[in-house]
């Protein structure tokens, strides 16, 4: 990551501000925070004109039962029941980013994610579990950014769209359910274009200490057989350290907010939640061109609406290479 060694405005400013800018990646009946950001550009890595490519991979396992705001024990449950009870959703997912800076004011990204998910389910009526595996592409973003709004480009906007380039007919693979189709919220794609719109704004405590405060909003444009995912909102705040030699430390407060979908397909009674994450995590400049980081989220708040699956922490790392 940038040497804190020397104070730049115009770069270590953005770099705190950005950790924490992506739209999370949300499964209506298991809701999933995962909104730490890893949109390099707007952390002002990415601030010299040219092509930068970047790698993310997320690990997290969804086996906490919740109602609500309580947990709930599965032993609480005697099977069969009228409605699914999940037993674990387990994600690893990785982001591949190709961005390019116009000027120091106007830049392009590609966000594309790989999704690798196994979900287990024991569904309403049923008294075994139910199984899939989901392996592939997922739904490609489109960002461009401006960040011309103050001399210093210290306050940015960002504007783009999801496009519906992920699968959303993945079936069961086992159990009572093989060959029935699976909830849509966790399929690899919504199968709707979304728009992405997001401000944020950074500045520094002291020449030691960055800071940063952004908010997105994912909104839905249209339907698709039959389901229509809810708007999602991610507001951001965090700090860094800038003081520390190669070594970044930072701390991120990451709270994200998403309504019911819906929709004949979708399963409004067990979707939309309201989530908080405190996620500590630390940067390094591994070379002149190659910086990378490490972060874990963990939760602090969760409510959800109806029955649904959280992960108790998540694990991300990320790396950046500039050409």
Avoid at 172 to 189: C, E, V, Y
Avoid at 242 to 250: E, I, N, S, V
């Amino acid at each position: 990551m940038i040497s804190p060694t020397i104070y730049r405005p115009w770069i270590a400013g953005p770099a705190l501000m950005a950790l924490a800018l992506l739209p999370t990646f949300a499964n209506a009946c298991s809701t999933c925070g995962c909104s730490l950001n890893s949109d390099w550009s707007s952390q002002g890595y990415a601030t010299s004109t040219g092509l930068h490519l970047s790698l993310r991979e997320d690990y997290f396992d969804q086996s906490q039962l919740i109602r609500g705001t309580s947990t709930v024990s599965r032993s609480a449950f005697q099977y069969p029941t009228d409605s699914e009870v999940q037993r674990k959703t387990l994600n690893r997912n990785t982001l591949l980013g190709a961005d390019y800076n116009f000027s120091r004011y106007w830049g392009l990204s590609l966000q594309l994610p790989y999704t690798n998910r196994h979900h287990e389910t024991i569904a309403g009526g049923d008294t075994d579990v139910s199984t899939s595996n989901a392996h592939g592409i997922g739904d490609l973003r489109v960002l461009a950014r401006y960040q011309g709004l103050s001399d210093d480009a210290g306050i940015g906007l960002q504007f783009g769209l999801k496009l519906p380039s992920g699968r959303f007919k993945q079936d069961f693979d086992a159990g009572p359910q093989a060959g029935q189709l699976l909830d849509r919220g966790l399929q690899l794609g919504t199968g709707t274009t979304d728009a992405l719109v997001g401000i944020y704004k950074f500045g520094y405590l002291s020449p030691s200490v960055g800071y940063f405060g952004q908010a997105m909003a994912q909104i839905a444009l249209d339907a698709r057989d039959h389901f229509r995912p809810g708007n999602s909102l991610n507001i951001n705040f965090g700090l860094r350290y800038l003081d520390a030699g190669r070594f970044t430390p930072q701390l991120q407060l990451n709270l994200h907010s998403e309504q019911r979908e819906s929709g004949n397909l979708a399963d409004r009674p067990n979707s939309g939640a309201t989530l908080a994450y405190l996620s500590p995590g630390i940067g390094v400049k591994i070379t002149k061109r190659l910086d990378a980081f490490a972060f874990v989220q963990l939760p602090v708040y969760q409510r959800v609406n109806g029955l649904q699956l959280e992960p108790r922490r998540l694990w991300s790392v990320g790396a950046q290479y500039r050409l």
